[in-house]
């Protein structure tokens, strides 16, 4: 599944003409992909986002990696790091069924893979709606995140995929791959 077949689903359902709008909106904000880990919805800009892929495809596990990383896919000759966030995250682990989705996106130079319960949605968040990101009982570090916001009566955890990994995991990614 890609982008744009993702958006085709969305423009076909009920909420078309507050999609298009998003899309189209010129104020100042974020364009989201929306993810479900557990009961909770996240969003990453969608500038970050490079490709959706099914869950289907083959992980191939690697040895002497951090125990976040699931393994690599080989999407078309390149090869990625798949990052499991919910190992990433300390949340318990989970199934993964038809739904699930590996969002590929760009961390400086390099593609990673990350590992979601399910995508959700495309939307649009004004800047206006975005807050800085609380003191919450919770193991996602903080410094994965841009901030939150919500979307209709759905609370957004801003995802910041620059920070989910430090220079050192990016070099051994590097030297791995």
Do not use: C
Request: glycine share 8%; aromatic share 6%; no cysteine.
């Amino acid at each position: 599944m890609d982008l744009q077949n993702l958006m085709q689903q969305w423009q076909d359902d009920e909420e078309e003409e507050y999609l298009a709008l998003a899309l189209n909106y010129s104020g100042d904000g974020i364009q989201l992909v929306l993810f479900r880990l557990e009961e909770e919805t996240y969003g990453i800009d969608i500038h970050k986002v490079r490709e959706l892929v099914s869950f289907k495809e083959k992980i191939t596990p690697i040895p002497d990696m951090p125990p976040f990383i699931r393994g690599l896919l080989n999407l078309r000759g390149t090869i990625i790091p798949v990052m499991e966030l919910r190992t990433r995250f300390k949340m318990p682990k989970g199934q993964y069924d038809k739904d699930s989705v590996i969002i590929i996106v760009q961390v400086g130079t390099k593609l990673i893979g990350l590992l979601v319960d399910r995508v959700s949605d495309v939307a649009f968040l004004g800047n206006d709606q975005i807050q800085s990101t609380p003191e919450f009982e919770t193991d996602i570090h903080a410094k994965f995140l841009d901030g939150v916001g919500m979307i209709k009566e759905t609370m957004v955890i801003l995802l910041n995929v620059d920070r989910l990994l430090s220079q050192e995991e990016l070099s051994i990614l590097s030297g791995g791959v």
